[in-house]
């Protein structure tokens, strides 16, 4: 790399979204190599320079300039109260497309059916301010500890009577033999940026454009695009049988009565759709899948 090229700090998170955030690039455009015991992968983009840090920590960095953007939780940005720039929210996680909750659980047996029944009681959680803003809220006097990790089991050993913990599934709640009684909040990833990062033109274009990617490669999600040959006999049948974000793109084949017919949708509805589109008159349909939607 040239000495005076331009470079962008990234951060990307490390722990379980990792996986999920490196293949997200990767449809987005970017290749990124992460080395074994290094926190500084290979990414090629001679423009950015990557970095890889806890999402706990991530918005204390950005808002610091130690790196210029970075993926964290919303619940993070919240917990440590960041005034980083929020430039995207992803919704992904590390099974599924969906945000993450956060939600108060407690024993299966115990006696706590309400958040009310809560006063007096002790809760670990790792989401220490906003739990402590939550229970404010509601005056609620709680006795809140910071947990290290492992937090179902502190109530399965007694050392807590509740927790605040994150989830998708609540199948790791649920092997406990824990009971959620409230949702807390719901949680989803963030691009974040730094202030004067956002302010400096070329790094702003630089996020902007990531940013945009990273969101066309997760609106591509579960999309597939339909291509077809109909006849112009067949072509009004075989529109109204197609969904489409806008609406179908239609073209005369060659020196033909016969037509190009395209579209975009859901690969939850092409299992029934394609039948339909054969016994409809449709021919050679093609399904490809998309790496992008902008």
Known sequence: MENNMKQLKLGLPKGSLEKAT???????????????????PEIDDPELACSICRPQEMSRYVESGMLDAGITGKDWTMENQSDAVIVSDLIYSKVSRKPTRWVIAVS????????????????????????????????????????????????????????????????TIRAHGLRVIYELMESNTQFIANKDAWNDPWKREKIENIAMLLQASLNADRIVGLKMNVSQAKLDQIIELLPSLNAPTVANLYH???????????????????????????????????????
């Not at 490196?22 to 500084?40: D, M, T, V």
């Not at 006696?111 to 402590?132: F, H, M, P, R, W």
């Open 22 to 40: 490196i293949e997200l690039f990767e449809k987005a455009g970017w290749l990124i190599k992460p080395k074994s015991r290094n926190y500084f």
């Open 108 to 171: 299966g047996d115990s006696d706590i059916k309400c958040i009310e029944d809560l006063e007096g009681k002790k809760i670990a959680t790792e989401l220490i301010n906003v739990s402590k803003r939550f229970f404010a809220e509601k005056n609620i006097n709680v006795d809140i500890e910071f947990s290290w990790g492992a937090t179902e089991a502190k109530v399965v050993s007694g050392l807590a009577d509740a927790i605040v913990e994150v989830t998708e599934t609540e199948s």
């Open 256 to 294: 033909t009565d016969w037509f190009s017919v395209e579209t975009v949708v859901s690969e939850d509805v092409v299992r029934d759709l394609i039948p339909a589109l054969k016994k409809g008159g449709a021919e050679g349909i093609i399904e490809y899948q998309l790496s992008k939607v902008i």
